[in-house]
Structure formats: C-alpha cells, structure tokens
C-alpha cells in the first residue's frame, strides 16, 4: 500500500507565498506523475499541476505563473510552491501520486488565502 501524505498548509496573506509537500512511502523515481488537485468548499474537487517523469509540467489556467510544481526523488517528495496568493486559492490541497500500477491519494492539507 503507497501512502502519501501533505504537509505546509496553513494561513497566508493575499499576495503571500505558501510551499506544500507531499511525502510518498515508496519511491517516486518511476512513477508515472504527481499532481495536486484542490477542492474548495462547496465545489467539486480540480486538478491544479502535473509533473511527469520526464520532468515535463503543466498547470491549470487560474494558477498558471503563480504555481510551480517539482519532486526530489531523493526524498520520495513533491512539492507545490504557491506564489502570488489569493483568496481563490483557499481550498484543501490534495496530492495524487500514478504508478504503472494504479493511483494513490494523500488525506489533503487545508490552505487559506485572507484577504
């Protein structure tokens, strides 16, 4: 069983910054992706960034430029770094690891964005 689990949520500022992580229990080196959804309140939950295992991302138009998304295999971690903040933003983050094998889903760390 692969467990995931994200951390670095909490309260920022409109403007401000906010870095989340998501430690995976087996090795991230040959997973097919990792990618953050987020789901705010009273809305279905969507799909945020993608990072594959070529390196290669992509992101949604509303955080395009302000999100970047990244993984240290070393550490089995990826990361969502949030910049340029807004109150659009808040919504619980969840982390989405694919294996050849199947997909796996963290428990989501809540993030929100004061105005």
């Known amino acids: 069983q692969v467990q995931l689990m994200e951390s670095g949520g909490g309260l920022a500022q409109t403007g401000g910054s906010l870095t989340l992580s998501c430690a995976v229990s087996?090795?991230?080196?040959?997973?097919?992706?990792m990618r953050w959804y987020r789901q705010a309140p009273g809305k279905q939950r969507e799909w945020v960034a993608t990072?594959?295992?070529?390196?290669?991302?992509n992101y949604a138009d509303s955080v395009k430029g302000r999100f970047i998304i990244s993984r240290d295999n070393s550490k089995n971690t990826a990361y969502l770094q949030m910049n340029s903040a807004s109150p659009e933003d808040t919504a619980v983050y969840y982390c989405?690891?694919?294996?050849?094998?199947?997909?796996?889903w963290g428990q989501g760390t809540q993030v929100t964005v004061s105005s």
């Open positions: 989405n690891a694919v294996y050849p094998v199947g997909d796996y």
């Open positions: 087996r090795s991230i080196y040959r997973i097919n992706a």
């Open positions: 990072i594959t295992s070529g390196g290669i991302t």
